[in-house]
């Protein structure tokens, strides 16, 4: 696993799928024999060799660690891999209907911040928003529980509002850029 954009989202997804269906994030603890499974059962590997070169990499990466309990080893998210893995599943399905409201983030993320507000405008990019000034940036779908979570964890919702906008003086390029005419 090296640092390739394709396995940083390749990393998310597997955290997202293992972590799905388990009641809450940051109780993620489950044996290391029992991810193993989940990831076989899933067919996230063609190999056992493939996992272990995986899961040797989360632990490295900082995603997962293993606590002791009971006289048994866990395996429990990091911080960090709760937030990749919120991040995962904010990801906004275009798939939905359109319901005809933009969505509006604006922000104000102070200058003593301003790698946090640079990566903030690339992971609004990465999803879709359209910049309309520095720091405001449009949508037509609404964001989803995860990714508001997802805000809300790492500290950006204080310095975030989010508007949903029904009428707008004339959007026909933004319909046109985002392919929302009939």
């Known amino acids: 696993m090296g640092n ?9 997804k597997v955290l997202a799928w293992l972590c799905a269906g388990l009641e809450v994030l940051d109780n993620f603890i489950v ?16 190999s056992t060799r493939n996992f ?14 293993l606590v002791d309990k009971n006289n048994e080893k866990f395996v429990k998210l990091t911080k960090k ?25 604006i922000f104000d993320i102070p200058e003593e911040s301003s790698a946090l507000r640079d990566r903030f ?23 989803n529980r995860e990714a508001l979570a997802y805000l809300k964890e790492t500290g950006l919702m204080s310095y975030i ?3 949903k906008v029904e ?16």
């Open 52 to 65: 272990n070169s995986f899961y040797d990499y989360l632990i490295r990466r900082g995603y997962i660690y």
């Open 4 to 12: 390739s954009r394709k396995d940083i989202n390749k990393t998310g």
């Open 81 to 105: 891999g709760q937030l990749r893995t919120l991040l995962e599943k904010s990801k906004i399905s275009k798939s939905e209907k359109w319901d005809g409201k933009w969505r509006v983030i």
């Open 167 to 182: 009428e707008m003086d004339d959007d026909k390029d933004l319909k046109k850029l985002f392919g929302l005419f009939k």
């Open 161 to 163: 509002r989010i508007l």
């Open 31 to 46: 044996t290391p024999v029992e991810l193993r499974k989940r990831a076989f059962r899933g067919n996230l590997f063609k």
């Open 121 to 143: 405008r690339k992971l609004l990019k990465t999803y879709g928003f359209v910049k309309l000034q520095d720091s405001v940036f449009i949508y037509p779908y609404a964001l």
